[in-house]
């Protein structure tokens, strides 16, 4: 049973790298005349997400879990408005929301490739730590945003970082998976 958990814990971060690297390729070469009509369907596929956790949150045990749920479920269908509503400025604050995870995501993948592809004793496994260096240094220079005030070029900025970020977790998951005993 527990492992059947953990190849579904697998397959679901190889179906993640493989979303995130095809919605990093699109950002990169779709035309700005469509930056709107995906700017209005993320808004609404946020709106949508939300509201089926609400509709989850009220078929289910209302346990303490749930509530949490509810809560991430109310913050994510405001966060859809926001994006329908704030349209002209969205990209630049999903930006810095993204340069953040990118930061948060690259500091959590130093960590966890110290630890755990260190200890499962693969060749090479040091080369996923610079990878994440390069990967929270990105995230910095997109939070900040000194040199991209073109929705274009910001808009190809962040998915080149998808691209690049979906890259090292799949690298990441290739050495630590399955770890051995030290």
């Known amino acids: 049973m527990i492992f059947e958990g953990l190849n579904s814990i697998k397959r679901n971060a190889i179906m993640i790298a493989i979303i995130l690297l095809a919605f990093g390729v699109v950002l990169i070469i779709l035309p700005e005349d469509y930056l709107s009509s995906l700017i209005m369907a993320a808004g609404s596929a946020l709106i949508i997400i939300s509201l089926g956790m609400i509709f989850d949150f009220l078929s289910s045990k209302k346990a303490l879990i749930h509530f949490i749920s509810l809560t991430f479920a109310i913050a994510v269908g405001i966060l859809g408005i926001a994006v329908l509503i704030f349209q002209e400025d969205v990209l630049f604050v999903l930006g810095f929301l993204f340069g ?7 500091l959590y993948g130093i960590f966890h490739s110290y630890v755990y592809a260190r200890r499962s004793e693969r060749k090479g496994w040091w080369v996923l730590i610079p990878l994440h260096v390069i990967q929270v240094v990105a995230g910095v220079f997109i939070m900040v945003n ?3 005030q073109d929705p274009e070029e910001f808009k190809q900025v962040i998915g080149i970082a998808i691209v690049f970020s979906s890259v090292v977790s799949s690298l990441r ?3 630590v998976w399955p770890i051995r005993n030290a």
Do not use: A, K, R
């Open 100 to 106: 953040l995870v990118l930061v948060l995501g690259g």
């Open 146 to 148: 000194p040199w991209w």
């Open 173 to 175: 998951l290739i050495w």
